[in-house]
C-alpha cells in the first residue's frame, strides 16, 4: 500500500497528524454524548444538575454537601450502569474498566492492535456511564477513540507490530491533550505510562509530542487555549518554610496513592467474584454510587466543578467534608470503573489529590498557619497521580499546564518525588501495586522486550559467544525454554529448545558425531550436566538426565524428540 511506501519517519508523522485530528473531534464527539446524557438523564431523572468549570468559577458560594438530598439519583446512575453493562458485554467486553489500561494491554500483550468496534463502543458505554452520574474520567475514553483509531489504521495498512504499538501511543497522547488542554504533559504521559519504574518509551515521544500538539491546537478552536482549570492570583511569594507543608503533603499523597489501588482492585475483585451476570454488574455498581449521591452528590460524575471551587480557593467547605470528599470519590469510583462500568480513572485521581490538597490547607488554616489553599491542592492534585500511577513527570506537568500554575513548579517537584518514593515503598510486594494493573515495572518486564531478549541470549547461545551457566537456565529463559515452543532464533528459522534426556534413551553413552544431527537439522549448543556445563564437541558422549540445548526447526526437533525418547517410550509400554 502507499502509506508503507514512505519511510518509516515520514509515514509515522502522517499518522501523527491523522489522529491528531481524530484526537481532538473524538474529544468533541465524546463530550457532546456526555452533555446530552447529563442534561437528559442525569438532571431530568436523577433531578442533579452538574457543575462545569466555567459556571464554578463564576460562583461566589459553594453548594454545600448535605443540604439537600437527591433521592431520584439512584435512579439514573442504576439504568445508566444496566445501559453501560449491556452494551459492553454485548458487544465488546474489552471496553469495560478504564480505557488507558487497554491501550497498556493492547501495547504489552497484544501487538498494538484492537477490535475495531472498541472506540466506537468505547465511547458511547463511557459517555452513559459518566453521563448519568458514573464516577469515572474522561481520559480513558478519549484515550481509547484515538489510540483505537491507530489500531485500525494499522490494521488496514498492516504495519509491522513496532509501529502498531507506536501508533496506539500516538493516538493516546493525541486523545488526552485534547480534553485535558495539556500538550507536552500528555505526549510524556503516554510514553511513561507503560512502566511504573521510572522508565520511557523514548523513542515514541517525538511522535507522541506532535500527535499531541495538533490535538490540542484543534481543541482550542473550539474551546480556546485556556487552561483547563482556572486559578486566582497569590497574595503572597513562596517562602522556604512551605517547603516543609509541601513536603509533608506529598508524604500524605503517597499514603493515599498506595490506599488507591488497594481499595479499587478490592472492589473490582469482589465484582468478578460476584455470581451474577456481567451486564448487570455495572447496574449493581451504579445503584450503590447513586446511594451515596443522594447526601453527597459531588462525588459522582466527573466532579470539574467542584475541583475548580477548591483550585480558586476559599471553598468554605470545612476540613471533614474535604476528606469525605477525598475517599468518597476513591470509593465512588472503584464501584463505577470496578462493577465493570466504563471510564476513566486520571479524571478522579486528580478530584482525589485536589480535595486532599484542600483538606491539608484547611487543617494548616486551623493550626494558624498562612499558605494558600490554591497552591497545595494544585500541588496534592499532581502528588496524589504520580504516587497512584506512577508516572512523576507526566503528573506534574500536566497538572502545572491543566492550571497555569507555572509559580509552582518548584514545590509540585518536591511533592511529586516524595509522593513516588513513598508510595513505592508502602506498595512493594502488594498485588495490585499501581492504579493501572497493565503496567509493566520496565522494559524489560514487557513481554514486547522479554521476547527480544530472549532471542538475543538465543541466538549467543546458538553462537556460542557466552559462557553456559545454571544460572542462565535458573532465570525466566528456562520456564520459556520448557514451554515447548523454542525461542524464535533472529533472523533464522530454528528455534532454540531445551530437553532432558531421559532414563532409557538409545543414544544415552553415544557420541555427539554418531547421532547424525547434521543429516536430521539439529545442533546441540550446550549441555548442563550435574553442577557443570558442557559446551559439546563431536566426541562429547550424552549422559541419562543432560539438560541439551538444542537449535533446530519445528521438524527437526520432532525428529530428534523421537530419537532420544523412544527406548524410554517403549520400556513404560513394556512396564
Given at each position: 500500500?502507499?502509506?508503507?511506501?514512505?519511510?518509516?519517519?515520514?509515514?509515522?508523522?502522517?499518522?501523527?497528524?491523522?489522529?491528531?485530528?481524530?484526537?481532538?473531534?473524538?474529544?468533541?464527539?465524546?463530550?457532546?454524548?456526555?452533555?446530552?446524557?447529563?442534561?437528559?438523564?442525569?438532571?431530568?431523572?436523577?433531578?442533579?444538575?452538574?457543575?462545569?468549570?466555567?459556571?464554578?468559577?463564576?460562583?461566589?458560594?459553594?453548594?454545600?454537601?448535605?443540604?439537600?438530598?437527591?433521592?431520584?439519583?439512584?435512579?439514573?446512575?442504576?439504568?445508566?450502569?444496566?445501559?453501560a453493562?449491556?452494551?459492553?458485554?454485548?458487544l465488546?467486553?474489552?471496553?469495560?474498566?478504564?480505557g488507558?489500561?487497554?491501550?497498556?494491554?493492547?501495547?504489552?500483550?497484544?501487538?498494538?492492535?484492537?477490535?475495531?468496534?472498541?472506540p466506537?463502543?468505547?465511547?458511547?458505554?463511557?459517555?452513559?456511564?459518566?453521563?448519568?452520574?458514573?464516577?469515572?474520567?474522561?481520559?480513558?475514553?478519549?484515550a481509547?477513540?484515538?489510540?483505537?483509531?491507530?489500531?485500525?489504521?494499522?490494521?488496514?495498512?498492516?504495519?509491522?507490530?513496532?509501529?502498531?504499538?507506536?501508533?496506539?501511543?500516538?493516538?493516546?497522547?493525541?486523545?488526552?491533550?485534547?480534553?485535558?488542554?495539556?500538550p507536552?504533559?500528555?505526549?510524556?504521559?503516554?510514553?511513561?505510562?507503560?512502566?511504573?519504574?521510572?522508565?520511557?518509551?523514548?523513542?515514541?515521544?517525538?511522535?507522541?509530542?506532535?500527535?499531541?500538539?495538533?490535538?490540542?491546537?484543534?481543541?482550542?478552536?473550539?474551546?480556546?487555549?485556556?487552561?483547563?482549570?482556572?486559578?486566582?492570583?497569590?497574595?503572597?511569594?513562596?517562602?522556604?518554610?512551605?517547603?516543609?507543608?509541601?513536603?509533608?503533603?506529598?508524604?500524605?499523597?503517597g499514603?493515599?496513592?498506595?490506599?488507591?489501588?488497594?481499595?479499587?482492585?478490592?472492589?473490582?475483585?469482589?465484582?468478578?467474584?460476584?455470581k451474577?451476570?456481567?451486564?448487570?454488574?455495572?447496574?449493581?455498581?451504579?445503584?450503590?454510587?447513586?446511594?451515596?449521591?443522594?447526601?453527597?452528590p459531588?462525588v459522582?460524575?466527573?466532579?470539574?466543578?467542584?475541583?475548580?471551587?477548591?483550585?480558586?480557593g476559599?471553598?468554605g467547605?470545612?476540613?471533614?467534608?474535604?476528606?469525605?470528599?477525598?475517599?468518597?470519590?476513591?470509593?465512588?469510583?472503584?464501584?463505577?470503573?470496578?462493577?465493570?462500568?466504563?471510564?476513566?480513572?486520571?479524571?478522579?485521581?486528580?478530584?482525589?489529590?485536589?480535595?486532599?490538597?484542600?483538606?491539608?490547607?484547611?487543617?494548616?488554616?486551623?493550626?494558624?498557619?498562612?499558605?494558600?489553599?490554591?497552591?497545595?491542592?494544585?500541588?496534592?492534585?499532581?502528588?496524589?497521580?504520580?504516587?497512584?500511577?506512577?508516572?512523576?513527570?507526566?503528573?506534574?506537568?500536566?497538572?502545572?499546564?491543566?492550571?497555569?500554575?507555572?509559580?509552582?513548579?518548584?514545590?509540585?517537584?518536591?511533592?511529586?518525588?516524595?509522593?513516588?518514593?513513598?508510595?513505592?515503598?508502602?506498595?512493594?510486594?502488594?498485588?495490585?501495586?499501581?492504579?493501572?494493573?497493565?503496567?509493566?515495572?520496565?522494559?524489560?518486564?514487557?513481554?514486547?522486550?522479554?521476547?527480544?531478549?530472549?532471542?538475543?541470549?538465543?541466538?549467543?547461545?546458538?553462537?556460542?559467544?557466552?559462557?553456559?551457566?545454571?544460572?542462565?537456565?535458573?532465570?525466566?529463559?528456562?520456564?520459556?525454554?520448557?514451554?515447548?515452543?523454542?525461542?524464535?532464533?533472529?533472523?533464522?528459522?530454528?528455534?532454540?529448545?531445551?530437553?532432558?534426556?531421559?532414563?532409557?534413551?538409545?543414544?544415552?553413552?553415544?557420541?555427539?558425531?554418531?547421532?547424525?544431527?547434521?543429516?536430521?537439522?539439529?545442533?546441540?549448543?550446550?549441555?548442563?550436566?550435574?553442577?557443570?556445563?558442557?559446551?559439546?564437541?563431536?566426541?562429547?558422549?550424552?549422559?541419562?538426565?543432560?539438560?541439551?540445548?538444542?537449535?533446530?526447526?519445528?521438524?527437526?526437533?520432532?525428529?530428534?524428540?523421537?530419537?532420544?525418547?523412544?527406548?524410554?517410550?517403549?520400556?513404560?509400554?513394556?512396564?
Amino acid at each position: 500500500m502507499w502509506l508503507l511506501n514512505l519511510q518509516r519517519t515520514p509515514r509515522l508523522i502522517l499518522i501523527c497528524v491523522v489522529l491528531g485530528v481524530v484526537g481532538a473531534l473524538g474529544a468533541q464527539l465524546f463530550l457532546l454524548l456526555l452533555h446530552f446524557f447529563d442534561t437528559y438523564v442525569l438532571a431530568a431523572v436523577g433531578g442533579y444538575e452538574t457543575i462545569d468549570v466555567e459556571t464554578a468559577h463564576a460562583m461566589t458560594d459553594i453548594p454545600q454537601p448535605f443540604t439537600r438530598l437527591y433521592w431520584c439519583l439512584p435512579i439514573s446512575t442504576t439504568l445508566g450502569g444496566l445501559a453501560a453493562g449491556l452494551l459492553i458485554f454485548g458487544l465488546a467486553p474489552e471496553t469495560e474498566g478504564h480505557g488507558t489500561d487497554a491501550t497498556l494491554l493492547a501495547f504489552h500483550r497484544n501487538k498494538g492492535r484492537m477490535r475495531a468496534r472498541v472506540p466506537f463502543v468505547k465511547t458511547l458505554a463511557s459517555a452513559i456511564t459518566i453521563g448519568t452520574g458514573g464516577s469515572g474520567g474522561h481520559e480513558g475514553p478519549t484515550a481509547q477513540i484515538a489510540s483505537g483509531m491507530g489500531a485500525i489504521i494499522g490494521q488496514i495498512f498492516n504495519l509491522s507490530d513496532d509501529e502498531r504499538r507506536i501508533v496506539i501511543l500516538i493516538g493516546m497522547a493525541a486523545g488526552l491533550s485534547a480534553i485535558f488542554k495539556s500538550p507536552l504533559g500528555t505526549a510524556i504521559f503516554a510514553v511513561e505510562i507503560l512502566y511504573s519504574r521510572m522508565a520511557f518509551e523514548g523513542g515514541a515521544l517525538i511522535f507522541t509530542l506532535i500527535s499531541a500538539s495538533i490535538a490540542y491546537s484543534i481543541t482550542g478552536m473550539f474551546s480556546g487555549f485556556t487552561p483547563l482549570f482556572l486559578l486566582l492570583e497569590s497574595s503572597r511569594d513562596l517562602v522556604p518554610l512551605d517547603l516543609l507543608w509541601f513536603s509533608l503533603l506529598g508524604a500524605l499523597a503517597g499514603g493515599v496513592g498506595a490506599l488507591m489501588p488497594r481499595i479499587y482492585y478490592t472492589i473490582r475483585d469482589a465484582f468478578v467474584a460476584l455470581k451474577v451476570p456481567r451486564a448487570i454488574k455495572p447496574a449493581i455498581g451504579g445503584l450503590a454510587v447513586g446511594m451515596i449521591g443522594i447526601a453527597m452528590p459531588p462525588v459522582i460524575g466527573g466532579g470539574y466543578g467542584y475541583m475548580q471551587f477548591v483550585l480558586q480557593g476559599g471553598t468554605g467547605l470545612a476540613v471533614w467534608i474535604l476528606v469525605l470528599l477525598t475517599f468518597g470519590k476513591i470509593l465512588t469510583l472503584s464501584l463505577t470503573v470496578g462493577s465493570g462500568g466504563s471510564g476513566g480513572v486520571f479524571g478522579p485521581t486528580l478530584f482525589v489529590g485536589v480535595m486532599l490538597g484542600g483538606s491539608f490547607a484547611g487543617l494548616l488554616h486551623l493550626m494558624n498557619i498562612d499558605i494558600d489553599s490554591n497552591w497545595l491542592a494544585v500541588v496534592g492534585m499532581a502528588a496524589v497521580f504520580a504516587g497512584t500511577a506512577r508516572v512523576p513527570i507526566a503528573a506534574m506537568v500536566m497538572v502545572i499546564e491543566m492550571t497555569g500554575g507555572f509559580t509552582l513548579i518548584m514545590p509540585t517537584m518536591l511533592a511529586v518525588a516524595i509522593s513516588f518514593l513513598v508510595q513505592l515503598v508502602l506498595s512493594r510486594n502488594t498485588k495490585y501495586p499501581t492504579i493501572y494493573e497493565y503496567q509493566a515495572r520496565t522494559p524489560a518486564d514487557s513481554p514486547v522486550y522479554r521476547e527480544t531478549f530472549y532471542q538475543t541470549a538465543a541466538d549467543l547461545l546458538r553462537r556460542q559467544e557466552v559462557h553456559l551457566d545454571r544460572d542462565i537456565l535458573d532465570s525466566e529463559l528456562q520456564a520459556v525454554l520448557e514451554g515447548g515452543e523454542g525461542i524464535s532464533l533472529r533472523q533464522r528459522k530454528e528455534r532454540l529448545y531445551r530437553l532432558l534426556m531421559p532414563a532409557g534413551s538409545p543414544v544415552a553413552g553415544r557420541e555427539v558425531r554418531s547421532l547424525g544431527l547434521s543429516d536430521m537439522g539439529v545442533v546441540i549448543v550446550g549441555i548442563i550436566r550435574g553442577e557443570g556445563e558442557i559446551t559439546p564437541t563431536g566426541d562429547t558422549r550424552l549422559q541419562v538426565r543432560d539438560d541439551l540445548l538444542v537449535a533446530a526447526n519445528e521438524e527437526s526437533i520432532r525428529s530428534f524428540r523421537d530419537l532420544i525418547m523412544t527406548s524410554s517410550k517403549n520400556d513404560a509400554q513394556d512396564s
